[in-house]
């Protein structure tokens, strides 16, 4: 910058160090902005999104009457629902018919039996309830409130559209919101004790057999090891391994 004249050199640094200082503020409050922020909306792994919790919650079934009868197999199904009662129920069943059933119905005393004859111990209350559709068939729900092993958010929520070029979800390269709550639900239904989700079982006793075996290779100088090396195996495509080669 050339010189000026009368001081005005100074002052017009004076003005041109407090433009940059002002574009610098600008930029800095521009990055603060929620539109411009690098930061996760959500947790980004899925089982904090959408985590497995022990909880106190019915555990229900379904039960389908053909002639006003109970078959084999709905039969089978109650008693394991009454052992599951026995694990991890308490207080009362509760089963609930369609509008039109009377209490001391055909179907009605077969469930009762059925609980009674699996060791299922609580008071069982009877009750109705009104078919939404007409056309499908009611079934005879029965339920219970117990441990239980769920997922507290609500899968089938799409908050954000990724496929958009006006929004700035998209922008950040994250998985969206509903990212692992399917998965997440269907392994909390599919496993047997809920309690495993938070705590490990206790051990077990050792198998004898193998103990024994290993004990006496060990005695005899032997590895105690087992031996893969002439196993045969036969993987998923039906190439046959033998020995580690195919």
């Known amino acids: 910058?050339?010189?000026?004249?009368?001081?005005?050199?100074?002052?017009a640094a004076r003005v041109l160090s407090l433009s940059f200082t002002a574009a610098a503020a600008f930029a800095q409050s521009?990055?603060?902005?929620?539109?411009?922020?690098?930061?996760?909306?959500?947790?980004?792994?899925f089982r904090e999104r959408h985590p497995i919790v022990v909880a106190s919650a019915p555990t229900s079934l379904d039960v389908f009457a053909v002639g006003g009868a109970l078959d084999t197999r709905s039969i089978e199904n109650i008693r394991a629902f009454a052992?599951?009662?026995?694990?991890?129920?308490?207080?009362?069943?509760?089963?609930?018919?369609?509008?039109?059933?009377?209490?001391?119905?055909?179907?009605?005393?077969?469930?009762?039996?059925?609980?009674?004859?699996?060791g299922a111990k609580g008071g069982v209350l009877f009750g109705t309830y009104a078919s939404p559709d007409k056309d499908a068939a009611a079934p005879i729900?029965?339920?219970?409130?117990?441990?239980?092993?769920?997922?507290?958010?609500?899968?089938?929520?799409?908050?954000?559209?990724?496929?958009?070029?006006?929004?700035?979800?998209g922008w950040k390269n994250e998985p969206y919101s509903n990212f692992g709550c399917a998965s997440q639900s269907v392994m909390a239904a599919q496993v047997d004790d809920p309690r495993d989700f938070v705590q490990p079982r206790a051990l077990g006793p050792s198998d004898v057999a193998m103990r024994t075996r290993a004990i006496e290779a060990v005695?005899?100088?032997?590895?105690?090891?087992?031996?893969?090396?002439d196993t045969v195996l036969t993987p998923i495509g039906g190439t046959q391994l033998n020995g580690g080669g195919q």
């Not at 052992?83 to 039109?100: K, N, T």
């Not at 958010?153 to 958009?164: F, K, R, V």
């Not at 005695?219 to 090396?229: A, V």
């Open 219 to 229: 005695r005899n100088g032997q590895d105690p090891g087992t031996q893969w090396k």
């Open 141 to 169: 729900r029965l339920s219970f409130i117990g441990v239980k092993a769920i997922v507290p958010t609500a899968c089938g929520q799409w908050p954000e559209d990724l496929a958009s070029g006006s929004s700035v979800e």
């Open 30 to 45: 521009g990055c603060g902005a929620n539109y411009a922020s690098s930061a996760p909306a959500f947790p980004g792994d």
């Open 83 to 118: 052992q599951r009662y026995r694990h991890y129920g308490s207080g009362d069943i509760a089963i609930l018919a369609p509008a039109g059933t009377a209490a001391n119905s055909r179907a009605v005393h077969q469930i009762r039996v059925a609980l009674a004859g699996a």
């Open 1 to 11: 910058m050339a010189a000026l004249p009368d001081g005005r050199y100074g002052f």
